[in-house]
Each structure stands twice: as C-alpha cells, then as structure tokens.
C-alpha cells in the first residue's frame, strides 16, 4: 500500500530558526512585501516617487499641522497690515490731541480712553505698532547677517581669524544691555529708529554668530562637502552652495526667536528715554507716560503693554514652533 504523503504544516514554512531555512523563509517575506508595495506603486513623497522632501519641506508639513504656529502667524499678518497701513483700522492722527479730554475713560469713537495729553489711545496703540515692529525686523535681519557671515567665515576657516572673532565677541556679551543702551543712545540726538536699530545690531550679532560658527563647522565635516572639494570646488562655492543650505536652519531659529526680544528691548529702551523719542508713536513711550498715572487712569497702561506683550509673545510662539519643525531631534 502506498505511503500517504505528510500533511503540509503552514507555519514550518515561515517559522524563523537557527538554520538557513528561517533566514530564506524572512527573505522571501521581505520580497513579497517589496513586490507588493511595487505593484501598488511609489508613495507619494517615499522612495521611488521622485518627490522626497527635503528639510524644508517637511518643516513645512509640519507647521501647517501645527496650531500654535497658525496661531502665531494669523496674529503677526494682522500685526503687519496695521504697521504697513495703520490708516485702515484707525484713520485718526495720532499726534492730535485735545488736553479737555485728558485721562477720559473710554467713550463712543474712541474705545480706549484718552491719555494725559488728551490723545486717542486707540489711535497711539495702532500707530505704534510700526515703529515697534520695524526696529524687530530691521534690527535681526542686521544682527542675522552680520552674525551669520562673521560666525560662518570663522567656523569655515578657523585658525586665528576663528580665535579673534570669539574673543571679540566674548567682548560683547560682556556689555550690559540697559547700560549699553545709556552710553550708546544717550549722545544721539536724532528721533528716527536707525540709532536703536544700530544699537541692537551691535549687541544682538554674537550670539548668532556664535549658532552659525557651530552650524558651520558640524556641516563642513559631512561627506558631500569633503567630495565637492576633492572635485575641486572652492571656498566660495563650498560655503554657498554647500554649507550654507545646510547651516541656515538653526540660524532662522534664534532670529525668529530674538526678533520678540528685540521688540520688548525697544520698549524698554524707550521706556527709560534713550530709545525712540517723540514725536515717534511708540508703544514704550505710551506706557513711560502712562506709569505715573496708572491708578488714575489705567486704561493708558492697558492698551500699549497688552498690544506689546502680545506681539512679543507672538514671535516668541512663532520662533518655537519653528524650531521644533526644524530640529530632527524633536521630530
């Protein structure tokens, strides 16, 4: 009588063992699984699409998703448009003022009250939101790129051009920020916002130069960039195209971030007199002049610190939440 053959037991082909068997029985998963993702076709954005994003535009995936970002952004756009034309939400003069209606409580027309020189706060808080907003932005696009092309050139070449920028800068750090500002702002004389800019500038660059020095010499080590010199690329082309794309991220970071210090440092520096002087409309100005009469009237306080705090915060918000897009480590 013939031999009945043994039943086939399913798992003996896919159990995992010591033997060659288990390692071919996972190779021929593997392969099936390959081939069945080929038959589905790339995925959109994976290996094998043609469309793998970089670092930018995942940050961007991610920030899109992110709802401290929208936040953040929606509320800066809308700080922007009032400082570009402050006209369309508050169409008075902000330098008109009718000393009958001095430290006046809000009223029809004018919701936030009066100040003691009888101007409109509604109109002084709007308007004050340029003058603000463009030393933040004048000053760290100045600060960025000061402080990106010292720290990128000293973290590139290093040597004793690397060792005198990082004392320099160790002179810098060195300086207190409010007395800085007294020395510095105390001999200008003139009522436009370049002097504050300048001042900032000078103080803000050491600490981005020293985020770029580091970018720079972590990216310079990578081996794209040892293969583009061993083709014969030079420095400029190196630093341009190479270094620097991959660089900038962290650089982005610290300024988004240091732009709301920048606006609150303005604000201080007007606060105590030496930063923006009248006839400028400057939210530290209101608030110097209103903190003499902040029982009397506190609605002068209220409008001008709140309209600060919220754009600093803002831009500190913003300046997180761009960092945790851009740092692999948080993903």
């Known amino acids: 009588m013939p031999e009945q053959p043994a039943p086939h037991d399913p798992g003996a082909d896919t159990a995992v063992g010591p033997a060659a068997g288990g390692a071919m029985a996972v190779a021929t998963d593997d392969a099936g699984t390959l081939q069945r993702s080929l038959d589905q076709g790339p995925v959109p954005g994976g290996p094998g699409s043609g469309k793998a994003r970089s670092l930018w535009s995942d940050a961007w995936h991610d920030l899109r998703r992110n709802p401290v970002f929208v936040a953040s952004a929606l509320v800066i756009a809308f700080l922007l448009l009032i400082a570009v034309w402050p006209q369309s939400i508050a169409p008075g003069n902000p330098l008109s003022c009718d000393l009958a209606m001095a430290q006046d409580g809000p009223s029809p027309g004018h919701p936030f009250g009066f100040d003691t020189q009888g101007c409109d706060v509604y109109t002084r808080t709007v308007h004050g939101a340029r003058a603000s907003i463009t030393v933040g932005l004048c000053a760290t ?4 790129l000061l402080g990106s092309v010292l720290g990128g050139l000293a973290g590139y070449y290093g040597g004793w051009w690397d060792a005198l920028l990082s004392r320099l800068a160790d002179v810098f750090f060195g300086i207190p920020v409010i007395l800085g500002g007294l020395v510095f702002l ?15 500038v000078l103080l803000g660059w050491p600490q981005i130069s020293r985020i770029a020095r580091g970018a720079v010499v972590g990216a310079k080590q990578h081996d794209y960039v040892q293969a583009a010199r061993s083709l014969g690329a030079g420095h400029t082309r190196l630093l341009l195209r190479h270094i620097a794309p991959n660089a900038v991220a962290p650089v982005i970071v610290v300024a988004t971030i240091a732009l709301g210090t920048y606006i609150a440092l303005e604000a201080t520096l007007s606060f105590i007199g030496v930063g923006l002087r009248p006839p400028t409309v400057s939210w530290g100005i209101d608030i110097s002049n209103a903190s003499t009469q902040i029982r009397n009237a506190p609605h002068m306080l209220l409008w001008p610190a709140g309209a600060l705090s919220i754009t ?14 851009l740092d692999p480590k948080l993903r």
Do not use: E, Q, Y
Request: charged share 10%; aromatic share 10%.
């Open 141 to 144: 696009a100045g600060a960025a």
């Open 312 to 325: 600093v915060l803002s831009f500190i918000m913003l300046g997180d939440a761009v960092r945790d897009a």
């Open 186 to 200: 105390s001999v200008v004389t003139s009522d436009t916002v370049w002097p504050v800019v300048g001042f900032i």
